[in-house]
């Protein structure tokens, strides 16, 4: 079982190789604040983790309201992540008062988001809780997103890594790529509390390396796999795309996400 932690300033100073040896399998470091600017322990925790050797990727609590403040806070992002690759996704944290109840219009804000931050060439997932997302994504999202879901036990007891996961989980009609269990954990290099995660069983993706060319359908055929229109519409609805109509713009975004290992199988 693969379980890791999530971190900012709030957490202070870590002492990360200690960490490391405290069955932490990732991090999910806070990258930038409402001002956005870094986080106050931005900088150390990346170089923190990539020293201890703990796989790492970041998070944003946005409070975007506009599709133009997603789009300056993506690229902030983008901006200060420059030459590093995480090895985890860049999450946008959607959770906050001024989030909620706009409709169709949020998913546009997230959309607006993901797009910079996969036109860099990184993953994008979302982080909400378990009724956020039920009550205000839920309804209005038409594509299929790598989420990590928030849903805590009503126990206050403290919470370690190798303590069992909570027996409730969160419900919200599709699968998820994390949980965040606890917010109330306790790992070694870290002082107080700090929320505690676990990876769930990741949809599987085509892993094969596609070095040449640009062709969707040759590109599945190099690796065995069914090129067919009803096959290649699969596989979209999979990845998030609906509509499928085999347009080139559409199997170029697929042949990206082949490309990069993260396209979805369609069985």
Not at 2 to 10: L, S
Not at 64 to 80: D, F, P
Not at 146 to 157: C, E, G, H, N, T
Request: aromatic share 12%; net charge positive; glycine share 8%.
């Amino acid at each position: 079982m693969i379980k890791g932690i999530d971190v900012a300033k709030w957490n202070g100073t870590i002492k990360w190789y200690r960490v490391a040896k405290a069955d932490v399998d990732f991090a999910i470091i806070k990258i930038i604040n409402k001002k956005l600017q870094p986080d106050g322990q931005f900088l150390n925790n990346l170089s923190g983790c990539i020293a201890a050797g703990v796989p790492w990727g970041v998070y944003h609590y946005t409070y975007a309201k506009t599709v133009a403040e997603a789009q300056q806070a993506a690229s902030v992002i983008v901006g200060l992540l420059g030459k590093f690759k995480p090895d985890k996704k860049v999450w946008l944290d959607v959770e906050d008062e001024v989030m909620k109840n706009r409709g169709e219009y949020l998913m546009e804000i997230i959309e607006a988001y993901r797009k910079i931050i996969e036109g860099a060439g990184f993953e994008f997932g979302i982080y909400t809780g378990e009724y956020f997302y039920n009550q205000y994504i839920r309804p209005y999202c038409k594509r299929k997103y790598s989420l990590w879901i928030a849903k805590y036990p009503y126990s206050d007891a403290f919470v370690t890594l190798k303590d069992d996961l909570p027996r409730k989980r969160p419900n919200i009609g599709t699968d998820y790529e994390y949980w965040q269990y606890s917010s109330k954990g306790r790992v070694d290099g870290i002082e107080g509390n700090v929320d505690l995660n676990v990876q769930m069983n990741e949809a599987s993706c085509y892993l094969q390396a596609v070095m040449h060319g640009d062709s969707l359908v040759k590109a599945l055929e190099e690796i065995g796999v069914d090129s067919s229109f009803d096959s290649r519409k699969k596989i979209a609805a999979v990845n998030g795309i609906d509509n499928y109509m085999g347009t080139a713009a559409q199997n170029m975004e697929l042949f990206v996400l082949l490309r990069a290992g993260r396209l979805r199988k369609g069985e």
